[in-house]
């Protein structure tokens, strides 16, 4: 996306390396806030959440 592109560009100027880490897929689909939102907002079964979240997220928001 642009902010990535940007990123690589300008952070160097700034002895910064910008790294870019792919972003996390489930069911082939990215994995978002907005997606994980809308689950916790829908009050969907735990397993699902547990498939997005990484542990420190899970234990942070008190999931599984």
């Given at each position: 996306n642009?902010?990535?592109i940007s990123?690589?560009?300008?952070l160097?100027q700034?002895?910064?390396?910008?790294v870019?880490i792919?972003?996390k897929?489930?069911?082939?689909?990215?994995?978002?806030a907005?997606?994980?939102r809308?689950?916790?907002?829908?009050?969907?079964?735990v397993?699902?959440?547990?498939?997005?979240?990484p542990d420190?997220?899970?234990?942070m928001?008190?999931?599984?």
């Amino acid at each position: 996306n642009q902010y990535n592109i940007s990123a690589q560009k300008v952070l160097p100027q700034y002895g910064v390396e910008a790294v870019i880490i792919p972003r996390k897929m489930v069911h082939g689909k990215v994995v978002s806030a907005s997606v994980v939102r809308k689950c916790l907002d829908a009050r969907v079964d735990v397993d699902e959440l547990e498939e997005l979240l990484p542990d420190t997220t899970r234990e942070m928001l008190g999931i599984g």
